[in-house]
């Protein structure tokens, strides 16, 4: 079970290797997996889904299906992938940056 933890939406930045590629209108809910009806989090299983928004030309062609880099306003950073061309992102696992605690 997953449960609603964050929701946010601002001005950022699609990257792919340290290299900007579009400047973005974002909005993102973050989820968190829940332990049945205990109610506590699983440590680092996430899901992220939400929205770019690329301008009038909307979303490449090219960038569809492809993982990048979103940088928040607040200075945070996600790996999403792009899934369709109205702008949906998602991205969903374990640890999306690695940890040493397993």
Do not use: N, W
Request: hydrophobic share 35%.
């Amino acid at each position: 079970m997953f449960k609603l933890v964050e929701e946010s939406a601002g001005q950022g930045e699609l990257s792919r290797c340290g290299a900007l590629l579009h400047s973005v209108r974002y909005r993102i809910s973050r989820f968190q997996a829940q332990l049945g009806e205990s109610g506590l989090p699983v440590p680092g299983v996430y899901r992220i889904e939400g929205t770019l928004e690329f301008g009038p030309s909307g979303t490449p062609a090219e960038l569809i299906g492809q993982a990048f880099t979103l940088t928040l306003d607040d200075g945070r950073a996600l790996d999403v992938t792009v899934t369709s061309a109205d702008g949906r992102i998602l991205t969903e696992g374990r640890h999306p940056r690695g940890c040493a605690c397993c």
